[in-house]
């Protein structure tokens, strides 16, 4: 290995200090201390004084950008990257180039402006599979980003092919920009149309409605506007908020949706996934194919209704699968089982899980319900309080196709070279695995569970969230389960007899 | 408990140390004493006349300690001590852990990243010691608790060679 020390450092654009002094990345951190003191001397000086603070905070902003700038550098070497930063403890971070699992270039908006872009650049940190490492190039030159990313992922293919002749005699630069892309998917501007019903992209408007009141609290009384009230019976007017804000709500949804899709377009060039998306902010994100393991196709509520899914790639080492492994960010569910069916052999329909598993969701669902129904009936005898006998009984009643609802999410499925599970009952996952994904078996029984005959299988794989579950299959399905799915190995598990 | 239903998958093959027992009834007795000092100072500090929980803690904190050295003491030990068990395999290591919600992990050999050795306090006063068996998955961790410290050095040793023997790079 190099030393680190030695390797002459390239810095990142001066332009990025401009940047950082304009979003105040730096002077962040002390926004909550210039508030304290706001609150505190009250900001009753005038103009004066906003002013002050505002120059101020511009100039230690400037100041801690300057400072970051200063002391940062990279530099990509034979086996590593390596990023130096820090002014007063210096970190040296070295990580090996086989350890990269994804590089990522984004543009954010104001990056643009300069043509600059950050570069995030993902690294598996060994067996805990939570605290996976991030290096952040933060303000290149979008030719050096690209040139960074293309160096990196090709090294690294190099590295982790080994002694693979085609590797070798694609020399060292061969930049992965010159192989054959192949577009696998593609985004269509009416799957927008979905946005609304998408519970994250709902969650867009929302915000901005929040954030917008909270604003009007803030302005003094006497810039408010004194607005007539319109002489309309209350009903009228109540309806026509409520319609007005549901198209408010599904704009701003299928806008917010627009930002973080436009776009999008997932390509396949060499051994690595590529997908680029944004409006405001360009992401470029890469994945190795080799490291695929699995897919989840979610569905939420509403995008049942309508037949939208969404698919991510499960990558070991990569962490974050719903964002950085995103195949299909939004779009018709056949698109995405066609994708995830690219990338993972379908092991065939679902098998539904025994009635057992119904009586227990069913149970479970309306347990809660129950309790309080007791306590209310004690309640009522005790001292003929009925609301708490009421919440009691509607709660049992909604629990019930709850209850039905979750069971109708699980299934499983096992086949030669893959597995599938899934459940959830507001957002349905349906994930896909390789048999080699696992790299353990769990089978989990309570006493409720075994009373009934059912367990719980959760196959641990290293990527996504780390385990995917089979919840209440039953007892004597498991070791053949986790026998078909991942191979003779597994067979430790087949009971005796 | 008459006729338990048959366990969904084998049942690994080893019970631990039976120094387990002795450990697991001292970590009974421990609880056991907190939950009392806990329950006497109550007792002691509350005044009698603050309405009506401080008869609740007069009479639900000692049955509280009693349950609590009934199961901790009697019970627990003896039921984990017959639930947990484990194995080495060719191929993989098996563990059965739990008391009333059963665990079992297997993870094949192949796919360990990292074997350790933990001894706490109380597992060193009964020569005891964990071995945990770690692998790219952070839900894919095999504990096989309470075993010999010797035992212990010795499967960690084992596992360890053969893992490396048999890695395979592909997670």
Known sequence: MIDPVEVPGRRTSAWVLLLHTITFRQARALVPAALAFGATRGLDGGALTVVALVVGVTLLSLLGAAVTWWRFSYADTETAMVVTRGLLSRSVRTVPLDRVRGVEVEAPALHRLFGLVRVRIDAAAGSTGGTEEELLVDGVPQAEGDRLRARLLARRARVVAGDVAAAGTEGAVAPPAEEPEEEIARFDRRWLLYAPLVGSYLAVPLAAIGALFRLLDEVPDRFVPDLDRPDLPDGTVAAGAVAIAVVLLALGSIVGSAVVNWGFRLVRRGGSLIAVRGLVTRRHTELEIDRIRGCTVSQGVGMRLVGAARASALVTGLGDAARRGQLLPLGPHAEAWSLAGRLVEHPGPLIAHPPAARRRSVVRATALGLLVLVAGAVLTALHGWWPVLVAGAVLTALGVPLGLARYAALGHAAGPRSFAVRSGWLVREHTVLQGRAVVGWQVRQSVVQRRAGLVTVLACVGAGTGGYAARDIAADEAAAFARTASGSWAATLTPYG | ?171
């Open chain 2, 1 to 171: 408990m008459s006729s338990p239903p048959p366990a969904p998958v084998r049942e690994p093959a080893w019970s631990l140390s039976r120094s387990a027992i002795s450990l697991w009834v001292a970590q009974g007795v421990i609880a056991a004493l907190v939950e009392a000092a806990v329950v006497a100072a109550l007792i002691v500090f509350v005044p009698g006349d603050a309405g009506w929980w401080p008869t609740l803690v007069r009479w639900g904190g000692p049955a509280l300690v009693l349950v609590t050295v009934v199961l901790d003491i009697g019970v627990q030990p003896r039921l984990r001590y017959r639930v947990h068990r484990w194995e080495v395999t060719d191929e993989a290591v098996y563990t059965l852990t739990g008391w009333l919600t059963r665990t079992w992990t297997l993870v094949p050999i192949s796919r360990i990243q990292t074997v350790d050795v933990t001894r706490g306090v109380l597992q060193q006063v009964f020569g005891l010691a964990t071995v945990a068996v770690l692998t790219a998955s952070s839900q894919g961790t095999v504990r096989i608790p309470h075993l010999g410290a010797d035992v212990a050095r010795r499967v960690a040793d084992d596992l360890a060679r053969r893992a490396e023997l048999v890695r395979d790079e592909a997670t």
